[in-house]
């Protein structure tokens, strides 16, 4: 089983930046599939970014291509999730998620089976 904790999160301005951090531990990070979701108010759980084991292969939500870029650093078991160009509409908790496999439904949340607790991203107008 493999451990994961979030951080990064805070309050940013419309147009600023945040990095997020997911720390595993448990099991070797290089063998999951990781993957960002976020959950604003009132909304479902929905699907941000995911990036292979070894990283060549990423995925985005139409919603933040071309502003976040997710990343990973498999000798630190910590990946990474970039966002630019923040909008409020981008407020939520920030969810990091972990998979052995690549599913062809990556962006669901079945497609994972481990999750951390998140952490809360704020983007003020």
């Known amino acids: 089983q493999v451990q994961l904790v979030e951080s990064g999160g805070g309050l940013v301005q419309a147009g600023g930046s945040l990095r997020l951090s997911c720390a595993a531990s448990g099991r070797t990070f290089s063998n999951y599939v990781m993957g960002w979701f976020r959950q604003a108010p009132g909304k479902e759980r929905e699907f941000v970014a995911a990036i292979s084991w070894s990283g060549i292969t990423t995925r985005y939500a139409d919603s933040v291509k071309g502003r976040f870029t997710i990343s990973r650093d498999n000798a630190k078991s910590t990946d990474y999730l970039q966002m630019n160009s923040l909008k409020p509409e981008d407020t939520a908790v920030y969810y990091c998620?972990?998979?052995?496999?690549?599913?062809?439904?990556?962006?669901?949340?079945?497609?994972?089976?481990?999750w951390g607790q998140g952490t809360q991203v704020t983007v003020s107008s």
């Open positions: 998620a972990a998979d052995p496999d690549w599913h062809t439904d990556y962006a669901s949340r079945d497609a994972y089976d481990y």
